[in-house]
């Protein structure tokens, strides 16, 4: 049976075939690893070794200072070369700091600390410490720090765990490959997060139904009575299933509300490959320092899926994918919706890197066409899967009328591409909203810096009064006093 769905969205050619016909491979270790110390909150992890350190793979490199981030582990053992600025792989292709790793071929590993099996005779912050300190975080795309997900259904009941195996996105076949070749990983990691949530049994785990090697393969381990409380749920192929909301929606028919999160109904939602990677860092002691990577497009000689150490530099990936074709023109980083292009393939592989993709212009959707006027056709709100209105939010973009944009909940926005995808316009629908988002990011903390400077101001003035009534009142003591006191003595006259 196929569980029913969301609005709006494509159905896309989904180019899997390409890369998915051989197990992943080993990719071999690099001469250099790049670990950016670039965190989601902007701010940078602080560097816990120095030029010319020796290092062993799973050596903690970089930490957060305020432990919110996971940290930064090396994937191989070798000589801190540098600590130094270099382009990022971001959206924003901004540069930042970053630790440069020669490696020595050796791959000598620092001793495994595991829980193991028995997992649930240990405390649940434990467990929660274990992920965080193994570097886990989302590795669907988002790179939202596990353990942190985890918490954040403190306050709410959660009834349900949805394991997200639906990869969506054209191209990328990176988590069909782990739950083809490593199922017992997946569903391993997901009766740790199941215990962690104290759940039973509603585990669901959402699948294309395009990916019956996959199917079979989980249903497969499955038999196991140790897996009872997980079932399988397999989904149309429409693009974009994998967002998170559309998910929960298509197998629960619970609507996150705007601004929310999953766990505001009762639902915490984990990608595949993090499922594996917590099974794998609590019961064998590993800490996230490779991950599987798609490397794929007309652009690449020989598609696959390499088993990649975290900070491989991206050359080296097409490398060993027998290099370039001479169709390659385009390199982005993640899938051809959602992904970004990237201005070098020197930049290195991150954690929540799920896909190389080197495309020709040809296969790029109206790469060469210019923006027309908007027709209001509707097209754009048809396809849109959050059931916006693209094409109003558009209008308000392009006056930066911010309080209309939010209005029109733009930050609701999950930034899949559909609209740009289906205007006959070709209007860069998405580029308005992202810059808009930024605006109003920008906005909301220039407000929280003034509420803050506002607080603070008046926290000091309340204080200043404060200290000035004391002060009043310790002199009024005192003058009292020696009044009393003057009283109290006979004049000397008498
Ligand atoms: S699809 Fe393009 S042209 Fe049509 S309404 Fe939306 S923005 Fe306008
Ligand atoms: S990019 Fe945003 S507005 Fe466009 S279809 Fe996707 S969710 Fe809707």
Redesign the pocket.
């Known amino acids: 049976m196929t569980t029913s769905y969301f609005t709006?969205g494509l159905h896309l050619d989904t180019h899997k075939t390409e890369s998915s016909g051989v197990a992943p491979l080993v990719a071999s270790i690099p001469e250099t690893l790049i670990f950016p110390l670039f965190m989601r909150n902007g701010q940078d992890a602080q560097a816990v070794v120095e030029a010319g350190q020796h290092v062993l793979k799973g050596q903690i490199l970089a930490r957060d200072p305020e432990n919110l981030t996971p940290p930064v582990h090396a994937s191989s053992s070798g000589i801190i070369a540098a600590i130094e600025t270099r382009a990022l792989p971001h959206p924003s292709g901004l540069s930042g700091r970053c630790i440069v790793l020669n490696t020595d071929g050796l791959d000598q590993a620092r001793e495994a600390s595991s829980i193991g099996e028995n997992y649930s005779d240990y405390p649940l912050e434990t467990l929660l410490r274990h992920i965080h300190e193994a570097g886990i975080v989302g590795m669907g795309g988002a790179g939202f720090p596990t353990d942190i997900k985890l918490r954040g259904g403190g306050a709410c009941a959660i009834d349900t765990l949805i394991l997200n195996g639906a990869e969506c996105e054209p191209y990328i076949t990176c988590d069909d490959m782990l739950m083809r070749y490593h199922p017992e990983e997946v569903l391993g990691g997901a009766r740790i997060l199941m215990h962690i949530l104290g759940l039973s049994g509603n585990c669901l785990l959402g699948i294309e139904n395009d990916m019956p090697e996959a199917i079979a393969s989980l249903e497969h381990t499955l038999q196991s009575e140790t897996y009872s409380g997980i079932a399988i749920a397999p989904l149309a192929a429409i693009y974009p299933t994998g967002g998170e909301k559309q998910l929960i929606k298509a197998l629960t028919g619970r609507e996150v509300p705007s601004g929310g999160i999953p766990a505001n109904v009762g639902v915490v939602c984990q990608n595949v490959a993090t499922a594996a990677a917590i099974y794998r860092a609590i019961v064998h002691g590993e800490v996230l320092t490779s991950r599987i990577v798609t490397v794929t497009g007309v652009g690449v000689s020989q598609p696959a899926n390499l088993v990649v150490r975290i900070g491989t530099p991206i050359s080296d990936l097409v490398k060993q994918c027998g290099g370039y074709t001479q169709r390659a023109e385009r390199l982005i980083l993640g899938g051809p919706m959602m992904g970004w292009a990237l201005p070098s393939d020197e930049l290195p592989i991150t954690r929540s890197a799920n896909c190389v993709l080197v495309q020709d212009m040809a296969t790029i959707p109206h790469h060469n066409a210019s923006a027309l006027p908007c027709i209001r056709c509707g097209e754009?709100a048809q396809?849109?899967?959050?059931s916006?209105l693209?094409q109003q939010?558009h209008w308000y973009c392009r006056s930066e009328n911010l309080p209309r944009i939010e209005e029109y909940r733009v930050m609701d926005?999950?930034?899949?591409?559909?609209?740009?995808y289906v205007c006959p316009s070709h209007i860069p629908?998405?580029q308005y909203?992202r810059a808009a988002k930024s605006l109003l990011f920008t906005q909301a903390k220039e407000r929280s810096k003034a509420e803050h400077a506002r607080i603070r101001f008046e926290a000091r003035q309340a204080r200043q009064q404060h200290e000035k009534r004391l002060r009043e009142e310790s002199t009024r003591r005192k003058r009292e006093m020696l009044e009393k006191a003057n009283k109290s003595q006979p004049e000397a006259s008498s």
């Open positions: 709006g754009c396809a849109c899967p959050v916006l693209p939010m926005c999950i930034e899949c591409g559909c609209c740009n629908l998405v909203f």
